[in-house]
């Protein structure tokens, strides 16, 4: 079996620098007032973060799922539509699309229902019921979902072809050989790139602070314009975000870890 690698082995002096930052500024956010009040109101802003990264995030991989799927298809207009997609997406800055999503594509869809809506006698809905963290989760989902797609597609395309022919073989139907042979072997090459890419949805939900949706982000940018406190504010937001990122990326190392030590006994 083999052993951990050096890599592996080293002491996490980073974590250690991290925690001391970490730690004093929740100590600056116990002691000082300043600090104090700008963490309420943060923390507003918090649920709307985490709501804005788990749904953009989930319909993301399902977008990516069933574009990788659609990339490793027999038939060619599947795999060159979802094709054209991917690199479409990827290179457009997800900033970019986030405006072009909430001031292009949102009131192109309320116009579209509209007049759907007027031939089977149904009301007309105005641009602004259109909320604009729906157009902000929408974006995020179109942006992540080019990148998920190719972390999909590396790890099916990873499993051994003759272990999905066995399973052809004993007679399983595509989503059996799918289920069961497939994805849980694929699952451990996914994994690694896929939990990186949801450490950077956390980060990148930030964005929708440019529409004005009440993030952790815009609620710092409001507070600093209103109190003048600028150094003090962007600490506490960085905080916040910090803690989730490391937060996160140590949870998903620990389970990299065990998955490898299961797969290596």
Avoid: C
């Avoid at 019921?129 to 597609?153: G, W």
Wanted: glycine fraction near 8%; avoid cysteine.
């Amino acid at each position: 079996m083999p052993g951990p690698s050096d890599q592996d082995k080293d002491f996490p002096y980073w974590l250690v620098i991290v925690g001391v930052t970490v730690t004093w500024l929740f100590y600056e956010v116990l002691a000082n007032d300043i600090y104090s009040q700008t963490l309420t109101t943060l923390l507003r802003g918090l649920w709307t973060t985490v709501y804005v990264t788990l749904v953009g995030y989930a319909g993301a991989s399902l977008l990516g799922l069933l574009l990788a799927l659609a990339m490793m298809s027999r038939f060619i207009v599947l795999r060159q539509a979802a094709r054209l997609y991917v690199e479409v997406m990827r290179g457009v800055p997800i900033i970019v699309l986030l405006l072009y999503v909430a001031f292009v594509v949102a009131p192109g869809m309320v116009e579209g229902w509209n007049l759907l809506a007027a031939q089977i006698g149904l009301e007309p809905v105005r641009t602004r019921d259109f909320p604009l963290i729906a157009r902000a989760i929408m974006a995020l989902i179109l942006a992540y979902a080019s990148f998920l797609a190719e972390v999909f597609r590396a790890g099916l395309q990873s499993v051994d072809r003759g272990q999905i022919e066995a399973a052809e073989s004993l007679g399983l139907n595509g989503w059996q050989r799918f289920r069961h042979i497939v994805f849980p072997q694929a699952f451990r090459t996914i994994l690694p790139p896929y939990g990186n890419d949801f450490v950077a949805m956390v980060k990148d939900s930030s964005l929708v602070s440019v529409l004005g949706v009440a993030d952790i982000a815009q609620l710092g940018k409001v507070t600093a314009a209103g109190n003048f406190r600028y150094f003090e504010t962007y600490n506490v937001v960085a905080l916040l975000y910090l803690t989730m990122t490391i937060g996160l990326s140590l949870i998903l190392r620990r389970v990299e870890v065990r998955l490898r030590a299961r797969t290596q006994r």
